[in-house]
């Protein structure tokens, strides 16, 4: 073991600068992983801890461009810090827009009292959302029987365990909705990205294609999900569906044909990023 970190924290950093715009922060997240300690910690303690072994190796996965998140296996979403695995997408920050709009929607003396978020994958929006509306109970569904692992493991490790039901539920197959009653507030981040788009390498190499690809245009998943969307939601209800940055026009007329009012949301950076789905009616 090496002491003092700041020498090779340079040298990990020069060595991310090609495959990340933010060198220095994985390479800290990296050696504070390595050390099972916090950054900051690590930070205040870098002049007497010892660089441990196993950061080479965390360090070679980095700059092979893999994601932080998979090396880690956490990350940050909301006010909650989830375990990842590469069953599941890394949760961003672009979709807590979905959360944002959810708060605005719900005044203060209101507040959804069954929620559902379709595809939970990690469990992100669904445990966040139970963060946010303490009262409510969580239903979350995924066609991964990998992904609803983590999604436990989240939910009991968070202490939401009592509030989320998480099931199998494949919405590509008939009959996925029955039994499901219906909710005052549904989010959803499915498959969007066309098939034939090319990605990043450090997403397409890692992250799940089943939850990132959905067809020619990428509305595949949106033309299932929407016609069923009406036997779901509370009649005062609503419902927020991120988006990609190009389908606002496309997924609004396939809401509207369906009987829903839409409203688009833009996420921090400008871009399209969630539809609002409702029936009109709002107390």
Not at 9 to 18: H, K, M, V, W
Not at 84 to 110: G, K
Not at 224 to 248: H, K, M, S, T
Request: with cysteine; charged share 20%.
């Amino acid at each position: 073991m090496m002491t003092g970190l700041a020498p090779v924290l340079r040298t990990a950093t020069t060595a991310l600068g090609s495959i990340s715009p933010t060198p220095r922060l994985d390479a800290e997240l990296l050696l504070a992983h390595a050390l099972g300690i916090d950054r900051s910690a690590m930070l205040l303690r870098q002049h007497d801890l010892c660089v441990p072994d196993s950061f080479g190796a965390l360090l070679a996965r980095r700059a092979a461009d893999e994601p932080i998140a998979y090396i880690t296996g956490t990350q940050a979403f909301w006010d909650l810090e989830l375990h990842v695995t590469p069953d599941v997408l890394i949760p961003r920050a672009d979709s807590e827009t979905l959360l944002e709009a959810a708060i605005d929607w719900f005044a203060p003396n209101q507040a959804p009292s069954r929620i559902a978020d379709l595809g939970t994958g990690s469990g992100a929006l669904l445990l966040a959302a139970l963060s946010i509306f303490p009262n409510a109970q969580g239903y979350g569904m995924d066609a991964s029987q990998a992904a609803l692992a983590v999604a436990r493991d989240n939910a009991e490790r968070l202490g939401f365990a009592d509030r989320a039901e998480l099931a199998h539920r494949d919405w590509t197959k008939t009959g996925w909705q029955v039994g499901l009653g219906v909710f005052d507030l549904i989010l959803c981040n499915p498959p969007y990205i066309e098939d034939g788009e090319q990605l990043a390498p450090m997403v397409s190499a890692h992250e799940p294609h089943h939850a990132l690809f959905a067809g020619a245009d990428g509305l595949d998943d949106y033309r299932l999900l929407i016609p069923r969307l009406g036997a779901l939601l509370d009649p005062r209800g609503v419902a927020f569906f991120e988006i990609g940055y190009n389908q606002a026009e496309s997924v609004q007329r396939l809401a509207s044909d369906a009987g829903f009012l839409t409203e688009l949301r833009h996420d921090l950076a400008g871009n399209s990023r969630v539809i609002r789905f409702s029936l009109g009616i709002k107390e």
